[in-house]
Structures are given as C-alpha cells and as structure tokens.
C-alpha cells in the first residue's frame, strides 16, 4: 500500500500489506478518510485498512463468493457489499458484524449505489435486473430491467448512480455492449436512454444537474445534463475509473497513461496531473473520502492513498 501527497504526486511513505487474492474490484472509505474498505479478487471477503499506517484492521467474513462492489451510509455507520453469491450484506461498521442480508437476485451482482439520506438502495445484476430496496424495511420496492445492446449482447448492469435528491437513477451496460438508461427512481419508469457511448463509469455530480460519463472508445470525459442528456462540454483522457470531489468541483480521473488526472467540472480545465501512478489493463477502482482529505485509488492489489491538498 502506498502513501501519496496530491499536491506533488510523490510518495510519502510506502506500506507491504496482505491484500486479495486477485485485483481490487471496489474501494470505500470512512467519512473521515481513516478507514478503507476493499474487496475483489476471488475471495469472499471485505477488507478494513488503515489510512495512516497501511495496516489491516480487520476482515469481513460472510459471503460465500467474490466480492465485487462497496457502498456506504452518509454517516459511515453501515457497510453494504454485493457478491456473485446473489446477496447484499449490511455490516455495522463500528462493530464490524454483519446485521442482515439482502436477497432476491438471479445472477451475480456488480453494482451498488444508496441514496442520500440512506433510504434506498439500488442493486444491478448480470440478468440485466436492477432492484431498488427499501432500507428501512429492508423489502424491494420493484425491479427494473436494463435494455439490452442487441439481440445478442448481454444487458448486464455494472454501474447505478442515484441523484443526491433521491429522484432520479442511472444505470449502464457493460462498455462492450454500451446501454445506458436513466430513470425516474419515484415511478421506475425510464426517462431516456444512450447506445452511442462505450461507458467506464458513471457519476452524477452532488448539485443533481449532470451525468458525468467516462466514455471509453471517444478516449473522453463526457458531462451532461442529467434531465436531458444533452451534452455538455468534454475532456480528453483514457477512462479507467473515476470520481467526484465532495464539494462538486473536480473530477478525479484513473487513467491509461499511469496517471490520476484532476479536472475543474465547471471551467473544464485540468488541475493537476499526478505521476506516476501504476494502472494496468486489469480492474481499478477509485474513491475519495466525504471531508475530502483522502483519495485512495487500486489498480491490482495494490491500493495507494493520497491526501488531497489540490490548491
């Protein structure tokens, strides 16, 4: 595990660490920054670090197969993970017990997203269904199906994104077989949907108004307006995963060419280009603490964290 600064890019310090057996699929952070959550490889496990020191705080054990996303509650007080055993853990986070399973799913899952206020939690699957639950019954609500690339593609979906006022969802198809579809999260009823664009990843920025969009095959950072789609402005780059700052402002980048690119979402200038970071062609995952004070980014096993002091 390694420590970087964000205002250089440099290391700062460097920490070994038994991390998973395969490539880290899903990284989520404490609201503070000083605990990160991790999963992926094979194992069926949920890993807890310590921000400061690298070292392993504890284990998660409950799923009977690979662990593939991480969400957490506003508050941090609750953990949830999706597996291909079908199910939805929810972990207390204080004290690291698991207090219930989610189940309902077909197939593997390998996408998550909660709403704001904790409410409502939406889950996507490899049979293409997403359901939406009710976390204080702990019920699905209904369950969506995502439109398929073509009659012979697979429609699974492998990232959710809820809008900050819980009004709205956005769900997409592997970059492969792209289909992307946002909906109306009160009716589940499909407001649009995109087919022209390969998708890395999606997020919807915290003021509600755009769809953040990691284009794969355009090489390019699409911004858009979330209730029409219509686009709004690009930025260059070869999208491996991608995140938001808490304040709104920039949008943080893993990139092809090794790199973390940090971007002005309002102006579309590039802030700062951090090097080297060591991405390969294989899964990565990125994500950044709610005080905003701690980026950390996996590519492999390897996680590295940075403080974020972009200014």
């Not at 108004?209 to 780059?237: M, S």
Request: aromatic share 8%; glycine share 10%.
């Amino acid at each position: 595990m390694n420590t970087w600064e964000l205002g250089t890019g440099q290391i700062v310090d460097t920490f070994s660490v038994a991390g998973h057996l395969g490539s880290i699929s899903s990284l989520a952070l404490s609201p503070d920054g000083l605990t990160i959550y991790s999963c992926g490889g094979g194992d069926a496990t949920i890993k807890l670090w310590d921000a400061r020191t690298g070292d392993k705080i504890s284990t998660l054990f409950g799923h009977s197969a690979p662990v593939h996303c991480l969400v957490t509650k506003q508050d941090g007080s609750v953990l949830f993970s999706a597996s291909s055993d079908k199910t939805i853990k929810i972990w207390n986070v204080k004290y690291k017990q698991q207090i219930s399973t989610l189940v309902g799913h077909s197939n593997k899952i390998f996408s998550l997203d909660i709403s704001h206020d904790g409410k409502i939690l939406a889950s996507g699957d490899l049979d293409g269904n997403i359901k939406v639950w009710n976390l204080e019954t702990e019920k699905e609500i209904y369950n969506l199906q995502q439109k398929a690339y073509s009659n012979y593609s697979r429609n699974g979906v492998f990232s959710l994104a809820i809008s900050p006022d819980g009004k709205k969802m956005v769900s997409c198809t592997e970059r492969l077989y792209p289909v992307l579809q946002v909906w109306n999260l009160e009716t589940g009823e499909e407001i649009y949907s995109l087919t022209d664009r390969s998708v890395e990843s999606i997020k919807i920025s915290y003021n509600g108004q755009y769809l953040i969009i990691g284009d794969h095959n355009r090489n390019a950072i699409e911004v858009r307006d979330l209730q029409t789609g219509a686009e709004i402005r690009t930025f260059p780059g070869k999208i491996d995963c991608l995140t938001l700052s808490p304040d709104g402002e920039a949008i943080f980048v893993g990139s092809k060419d090794k790199s973390i690119q940090i971007w002005n979402l309002n102006t579309g200038e590039l802030v700062r280009s951090l090097k080297p970071h060591p991405f390969y062609y294989d899964r990565k995952a990125i994500a950044i603490s709610q005080n905003g004070q701690i980026l950390v980014s996996a590519k492999g096993g390897t996680i590295n964290i940075w403080g974020c002091a972009v200014n």
